[in-house]
């Protein structure tokens, strides 16, 4: 077992006073009320353009963004890679409708799958396919409805852009991870990726889709997708995560009366969780896995699995993977202990980071015992240091 609670190892990155800070921010997103009267306001905010940078910057951006473009964000990536632990940048930059706002993100998308190239402390590269195409045009294309000649060639946009950013990724000799959302458009998504899978995952695996095992359908899907790559000479490769969307999900289903695609309670969640990763890990010849969750003994599954089989911690197929700000315990014992690891390193503008912040906010209040987590590792941390000043002096 992986004692995930060596606060010395976890936060050897952080100086005092940046966990000092972590600690009264944790200590202000436990209390549900202000998040959402926090949110709220900082939503008013961004649509009437009042300036909040100077209040968001130094507090809750700080501690989950890397920064406000690739240069800073690359510092924060150099910073980890001190400690073993690799990075992904991701241009957190969400669901726009606006063409020149996919056009901008598409290019920063660009940029950062070429920052990759010859970087040692990036190991994947990311990006969210909604900052690229309206979601109008995914759900049209998932429900097999017919298109406008401007949806048409919207969405032939779209794929060339996808594609773009694989060739880019093979070229950097990085793979791609694709983020996924909301279950009504997805389908149009999984078959984009599916082919660029085909495409580029001959020899190695450049291109990961995502799979929200929260879906009822996904350990089906794993499976069909499986069966689909040993037929058609390519390999797979699978983004585990739970989901992030469940309220939404829930929420839509109940709206427009279908039953939800969410499974019904947390533990089955999180036994789809368990059983897809069990299912990669035994077609590891042509599954790779990358792990994204922050949940122990998901971790500790998969580890053992690991160990069972004698492989090296450091298998080039299966990747650990955390948000920035959010169980380093995890993050940096896995590396400390030789694990392949690369934290997602959301950055872009403030404003345009903002959707995803709030989402952090939210779900550190609403996600059980997340947050108390968090600070408890923070305190422990603190009492240890005081401690160790006091022995010093
Ligand atoms: C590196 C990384 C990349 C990510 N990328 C994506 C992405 O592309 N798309 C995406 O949607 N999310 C993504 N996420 C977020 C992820 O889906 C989870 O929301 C988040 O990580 C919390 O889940 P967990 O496994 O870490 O922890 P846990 O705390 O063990 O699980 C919480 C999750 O369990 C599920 N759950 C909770 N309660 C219930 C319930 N009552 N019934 C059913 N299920 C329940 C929900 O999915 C919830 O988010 C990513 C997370 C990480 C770490």
Redesign the pocket.
């Known amino acids: 077992m992986i004692q995930f609670n060596d606060t010395k190892i976890a936060f050897a990155w952080r100086s005092n006073s940046e966990l000092v800070k972590a600690k009264v921010l944790f200590k202000t997103i436990a209390w549900p009320a202000l998040v959402k009267v926090g949110s709220a306001m900082l939503n008013l905010a961004l649509a009437i353009r009042f300036p909040i940078s100077w209040i968001v910057k130094p507090t809750i951006f700080k501690h989950f963004v890397g920064g406000e473009n690739l240069a800073e964000s690359n510092k924060t990536a150099q910073r980890l890679l001190q400690y073993n632990v690799n990075s992904v940048l991701d241009y957190s930059v969400e669901g726009a409708d606006d063409e020149a706002i996919q056009e901008e993100a598409f290019n920063e998308i660009l940029r950062s799958v070429q920052n990759a190239k010859n970087n040692v402390s990036i190991a994947f590269t990311v990006f969210k396919p909604t900052g690229l195409i309206s979601t109008k045009i995914l759900e049209k294309v998932s429900n097999s409805q017919e298109l406008s000649q401007h949806e048409i060639s919207q969405f032939d946009l779209f794929k060339q852009r996808v594609k773009t950013l694989c060739e880019q990724s093979v070229s950097s000799n990085t793979p791609i991870l694709v983020?996924?959302?909301d279950s009504w458009y997805q389908k149009a998504i999984d078959d984009v990726v599916t082919h660029m899978m085909k495409e580029f995952n001959k020899e190695k695996v450049f291109v990961y889709n995502?799979l929200?095992m929260?879906r009822t359908d996904r350990l089906d899907f794993l499976k069909a997708a499986h069966k689909d790559a040993l037929a058609k000479g390519y390999l797979l490769g699978v983004?585990f995560?739970?989901?992030?969307?469940?309220e939404k999900e829930r929420a839509r289903a109940q709206r427009f009366g279908y039953p939800s695609p969410?499974?019904?309670?947390?533990e089955?969640?999180?036994k789809a969780?368990d059983d897809a990763q069990q299912y990669a890990f035994e077609h590891l010849d042509t599954i790779s896995i990358f792990c994204?969750?922050?949940?122990e003994q998901?971790i500790q599954k998969l580890c053992g699995l690991m160990q069972s089989k004698g492989l090296q911690n450091n298998d080039a197929r299966i990747t650990f993977?955390?948000?920035l700000g959010m169980s380093d315990n995890i993050s940096f014992v896995l590396a400390h202990s030789g694990y392949n690891v690369a934290k997602?390193i959301p950055y872009g503008p403030v404003r345009k980071v903002m959707p995803y912040l709030i989402r952090r906010a939210e779900?550190n209040t609403s996600?059980?015992g997340?947050t108390g987590r968090e600070l408890s590792l923070i305190r422990t941390e603190l009492k240890r240091r005081k401690h160790q000043h006091k022995l010093k002096h």
């Open positions: 983020d996924a959302e995502t929200q929260y983004k995560v739970r989901g992030a969307y469940m969410i499974h019904p309670n947390k089955e969640t999180d969780f994204g969750t922050h949940n998901s993977s955390q948000l997602y779900e996600v059980k997340q």
